[in-house]
């Protein structure tokens, strides 16, 4: 292979990427080496097992994904602001929306979330950690090198661009004959090992790990919607790994599950991705609808209205998720009979999906509203979210979705259930779980400026593209004629478009103003909370609880709070040494090893992927004969992080 | 987070609580594996009879090797549970012994299924062959890889009892190692039904 074929070349904004990533890089190594961080570096965050910091990791990883994948985005909107623009070629246009949109999903929303799962869930149970603290250091990189082997394939090879739902024959050796795909399939694989791990990691901390006063049905509704999104997790991620995996047997070892020829099924692909692909939406909506919960009933000081109803809607909806996938293709042509089954599961999901949206309603209703950054966000998120969902469905109507398939209508209805539920939330969440994790709250004023601008810019981005579906302008074309009649519509999207990237931009300098200005924590409850996390010092120490809690009841914080108001004195205990886990470079280096296979296999290289291979099983020898018990923490240490609270 | 209370008859591997939440731990494991499989299988029945040009299975398979592999495969499962018995005994030697079996009798599977794949490859029937043939090699396979991961995995648990003995940590390994090689043979029962004797009535 030449240089010229690993490295692409011919476009200025390629070469300018080049020209980033190495300055971004080569600026980091120089920021590392000049103030003597790289011990830090390697102790504190890349071996570390605690949930907080792994969190963290996660949603740094989730922004600058967002990033990534929002200037895709921009780029998308630059192209199709004027009609015949010659910005993007059709080709760079679906490399765009292919790593925009599997970028958004794998490597954004789900990261996001269980970024806040990982920081927040074990301090709402009362956890000291979560069960398998090593598997989660492993879950998070190999999320991460999934990502970074996606990420290269644009300046390395080329990216794939055949959709984020990689259709066959379109993403078979013959259509996508470079390695773009093959990035996609290895990418993705990787990554979901690490979201596998996520899912047992959290089912059995949730079930297991809790304060044993805490009964299921007084967990925190956050908790709850995690636990569901885990199970689904658990049962939709491996049949994503075998898609991927016979994908991969086609392009690289010659089988015939998805060709046109020797028997092969096209149509097979596209059911085992949305087998896997519908349940992926809850995983990435339900923490989102927990978020909410948690934080309306925050901000509205009441209760949450209808707790267990809010649970069961949850658990109908995660059994739902699995029997709706044909609604993804009711055009392909698989009979009345069928579409119409699977036209009425989906139109079924709207039902408890409804109930929440009143309990949300219901539990505002009388409260004392404090309007927060946070709070707006969760009221901005009912109104747009039901605008997704009551579009949701008119698409589910099979015979009305013949008009609507593959035209901007289905990327409206998308766009606005996925920003205004999961972005949504994951602002929402940022800000409202950001003292716990960085002990400073962003600032408030730049949050609400980020908030208008960003929730005007969405609705101006995608309310006109439902007009668009209707005018009959089809999703991933590069470009229309200026007979089509789209441009007004497309001009308004993309000035929309530009205000969310400054909604954005603020985000960022708030993250910069907040780390410089804010006023510490000293409390550790900034928002006057009601469940477990906010009952933690600040900064939480990483053993987390010094002694565990007592649950008495919903919003156990709440409850303690209204005791000692009532003049009932909490009682001091003395404290016991605490047990940790050790922290362990094994995971960083066995994700090395997995990026190092996956790229092999991505240029065909068999010494690389059996090298990379090699490596990942020696380092789970390594690991089957660590038996590192941990360590304890000392009563003194505990009365020292304690004593300055 | 080790000292936990316990009554006398609780086994080795149930008596601490990371042995308790590994073994959990690893039965919501085996929950997705049977997610994995079951898309295998339900891959495999969709591709049934699509073998383009080449042979079916009807031609090719042979009830005497695929009868040895499942009595050997079998076999091992019930020797496999002898082992945790010995193990539940504090029996160290019991367990080596019966675990040798155990493994000898997966290699003699694992042997046999190669031998047949090689034999098939001859009969023009290969991966590359037709989408019957692909499914029918990556179900088979997939579950020969599981056979062969595990075989590895549980020298190198028997490496760590020769070193510690019969351990909380050591026999929770045995335990749980136990569980996927019953798993194994619980999706072979699978096999041996939905693909060689269905494929033999095509």
Redesign the interface.
Known sequence: MKLDEFFVTGDPLIYGADVSIALTLIGAIFALTYFKKWKWLWTEWLTTVDHKKLGIMYIIAAVLMLFRGGVDAMLMRAQLTVPDAGFLDANHYNEIFTTHGTIMIIFMAMPFLIGLINVVVPLQIGARDVAYPFLNAVSFWTFFMGAMLFNISFVIGGSPSAGWTSYVPLAGLELSPGVGQNYYLLGLQIAGIGTLLTGINFLVTILKMRVPSMKLMQMPIFTWSSLITMVIIIFAFPVLTVALALMTFDRLFGSHFFTMMDGGMPMLWANLFWIWGHPEVYIVILPAFGMFSEIISTFARKTLFGYKAMVYSMVVIAGLSFLVWVHHFFTMGAGGAVNSFFSITTMLIAVPTGVKIFNWLFTLYKGRIRFTTAMLWSLAFIPNFVIGGVTGVMLAMAAADYQYHNTYFLVAHFHYVLISGTVYACFAGLHFWYPKMFNHRLNERLGKWTFWIFVAGFNLCFFPMYFLGLAGMPRRVYTYGIGDGWMSLNVLATMGGVLMGIGFLILVYNIYYSFRYSPRETTGDPWDGRTLEWSTPAPVPHYNFAHLPEVKGHDAFWIMKEEIKQGKKPEKKPYKPIHMPSYSGVPVVMSVFFFIAGFGMVFSWNWMSILGLIGVLATMVIRSFDYDKGFYVSVEEIEEHEKTT | ??AVEHSPNTPLEYQTETG???I??FW??L???I??FS??FA?YL??VG?????PGPAELFEISGVLIETFLLLTSSFTCGLAIHYMRNHSLKGVFLWIGITLALGLGFLGFEIYEFVHYIHEGAA??????W??F??LVGTHGAHVTLGIG?II??LI?LKQ?GLTP?TSR?VFISSLYWHFLDVVWIFIFTAVYLYGMVM
Do not use: P
């Open positions: 987070m080790e308790r939440l590994n959990l731990g919501i494991f929950g997705a594996e997610a994995l898309t295998l891959t969709v591709l699509r073998t383009a040009d080449g991966l590359t062959t037709s989408a019957y692909s499914a090699f990556v995995w190198l648990i760590q510690r940590d390994k």
